[in-house]
């Protein structure tokens, strides 16, 4: 599979942050090494996936705010990631809420890989 690593990764950072695995210093450490559009991207799928009222998205939102709060840094990656053609592209074939974690990552790794 091309990009095998790249995706394992990403699905590290989505899943740490979405099933709470890994701390906010952890999670900031993968973030911080990531590609803005790959961060852009992470943090998007969580917010269309766990919007307010479904269950889990309370304690998914708190990791994201806590980590976008102590690494400031990490909100500024996801500004410079929203403006990435790759971006346009994927939110007008695709829809967020419609794809797995697996099969997004797969997806985005390999166009921003390819």
């Given at each position: ?18 099933l ?12 911080r ?7 852009y991207?992470?943090?998007?799928w ?23 709060r ?45």
């Amino acid at each position: 599979m091309a990009f095998e690593y790249e995706q394992q990764q990403a699905l590290r950072i989505l899943e740490g942050i979405e099933l709470g695995t890994m701390g906010t210093a952890e999670s900031y450490g993968l973030l911080r090494d990531a590609d803005p559009t790959l961060v852009y991207f992470i943090l998007t799928w969580l917010r269309e996936r766990y919007r307010p009222g479904q269950p889990a998205a309370e304690a998914i939102t708190g990791r994201v705010v806590e980590i976008c709060r102590a690494h400031p840094d990490v909100t500024q990656q996801f500004k410079n990631g929203q403006s990435d053609p790759v971006v346009s592209w994927f939110e007008d074939a695709y829809t967020y809420r419609d794809l797995d974690a697996r099969g997004f990552i797969a997806l985005v790794v390999e166009k921003l890989e390819g």
